[in-house]
């Protein structure tokens, strides 16, 4: 079996891994691509990371008081951490993702904060998806209550499209409860909207 990619993402938050800049240079130079997610609580670590294929960003609230109810981050000065850290991903000049996961109750009526966020880090992608449940748990308060039907993603992308217009839905995943929109000048470009990987390796 050969590799082709590999997601940075899951445990932790991987663009503080001293050597993730190592790391990066050593998938590339062996053909194989890069996907991480960041929980956009450090704008420098973002800003000196060096290009990888996809950059994602957790954007899981859009406003200060809804972050902190469903991150529960660590830092007091979180949220200018999280707004610095979209202005950076602005700069990077690649690839780049907000990925908005829709908490039914807490933050699914928030479409011109979400789209004011937009603006800021001008994403070429947008990814929406509703909370997957996981069970009880003592460190959750979510229940099932909580996940969003696809039809109300839906109703949520609209809205969102509606207030952003360079944006439009590129691609939807029912049985995931995702939709995928893009920034229109990507979506019109197929050469942006699907990744030559092999020309990116050669690049």
Request: aromatic share 8%; proline share 5%.
């Amino acid at each position: 079996m050969t590799v082709r990619h590999c997601a940075l993402s899951l445990v932790g938050e991987p663009i503080m891994y001293p050597k993730i800049n190592d790391l990066v240079r050593l998938l590339h130079s062996r053909g194989i691509s890069t996907f991480l997610v960041t929980n956009a609580q450090f704008p420098d670590a973002i800003k000196n990371l060096l290009p990888v294929t996809q950059l994602y960003v957790s954007v899981d609230a859009s406003t200060k008081e809804s972050l902190k109810k469903i991150d529960r981050p660590l830092f007091r000065d979180f949220w200018p951490r999280f707004l610095h850290s979209l202005e950076a991903l602005e700069n990077k000049g690649q690839r780049t993702v907000y990925r908005l996961t829709l908490v039914k109750g807490w933050n699914v009526e928030e479409i011109k904060a979400y789209s004011e966020l937009v603006a800021l880090g001008k994403p070429d992608f947008i990814e929406v998806k509703g909370v997957t449940f996981c069970g009880d748990s003592k460190a959750s308060s979510l229940t099932m209550k909580n996940v969003p039907w696809h039809e109300e993603v839906i109703g949520f992308v609209k809205q969102l499209i509606d207030a952003l217009p360079e944006y439009d839905i590129a691609c939807e995943h029912e049985h995931s409860n995702c939709i995928l929109i893009a920034n229109k000048k990507v979506s019109k470009c197929s050469a942006i909207l699907w990744t030559n990987m092999p020309q990116m390796r050669i690049l």
